[in-house]
T-cell receptor, first 111, second 108 residues
Framework: DAGITQSPRHKVTETGTPVTLRCHQTENHRYMYWYRQDPGHGLRLIHYSYGVKDTDKGEVSDGYSVSRSKTEDFLLTLESATSSQTSVYFC??????????FGSGTRLTVV | KNEVEQSPQNLTAQEGEFITINCSYSVGISALHWLQQHPGGGIVSLFMLSSGKKKHGRLIATINIQEKHSSLHITASHPRDSAVYICANRDNTDKLIFGTGTRLQVFP
């Protein structure tokens, strides 16, 4: 059991369409995060959650929304995808002094 | 502002060489992380440390709190160590700020 899974792994979508990425964990960790990874940049935080229905913005949150209705699921939604949102998206979980665990990533291409 | 800088950006080595990757950060930490990312792969957490030194197999991570500096060492490097190594500073808001990574290639 990987502990954290992301879906889908790959997606190609058209500009202007909504897209939802899912992060699912089986570790019961309190904190969940969405990052994007782009060439020339470190991983950048989009949104994070510190509990069910408790979320906050990261440094690159414009154009993204999130929801966490259950401890195990953290959804990232692009309301109207743009080409600048073509990226690799990583979900991560953490709890207290336990280190971070990352998902395998979702490669999103907006055409 | 919490910033993390890594050096070098790219590193090549021959199998068996001793490798050092450096990380400097600007803000006092609650924990500093070293992560590994293989090409096309996911991200694996190697170390989390807030003081001193940690060792796991051929990997050693050290941190100097006063100098705001951490190093990742790989002893007896092997081609399978080829990956991007990422340093991240966990600040007191529990968010990680990431360096841009060091791309390591180890040749046989």
């Amino acid at each position: 059991d990987a502990g954290i899974t992301q879906s889908p792994r790959h997606k190609v979508t058209e500009t202007g369409t909504p897209v939802t990425l899912r992060c699912h964990q089986t570790e019961n960790h309190r904190y969940m995060y969405w990052y994007r990874q782009d060439p020339g940049h470190g991983l950048r935080l989009i949104h994070y959650s510190y509990g069910v229905k408790d979320t906050d913005k990261g440094e690159v949150s414009d154009g993204y929304s999130v929801s966490r209705s259950k401890t195990e699921d953290f959804l990232l939604t692009l309301e109207s995808a743009t080409s600048s949102q073509t990226s690799v998206y990583f979900c991560a979980i953490s709890e207290g002094t336990v280190g971070y665990t990352f998902g395998s990533g979702t490669r999103l291409t907006v055409v | 502002k919490n910033e993390v800088e890594q050096s070098p950006q790219n590193l090549t080595a021959q199998e068996g060489e001793f490798i050092t990757i450096n990380c400097s950060y600007s803000v006092g930490i609650s924990a500093l992380h070293w992560l590994q990312q293989h090409p096309g792969g996911g991200i694996v957490s190697l170390f989390m440390l807030s003081s001193g030194k940690k060792k796991h197999g051929r990997l050693i991570a050290t941190i100097n709190i006063q100098e705001k500096h951490s190093s990742l060492h790989i002893t007896a490097s092997h081609p399978r160590d080829s990956a991007v190594y990422i340093c991240a500073n966990r600040d007191n808001t529990d968010k990680l700020i990431f360096g841009t990574g060091t791309r390591l290639q180890v040749f046989p």
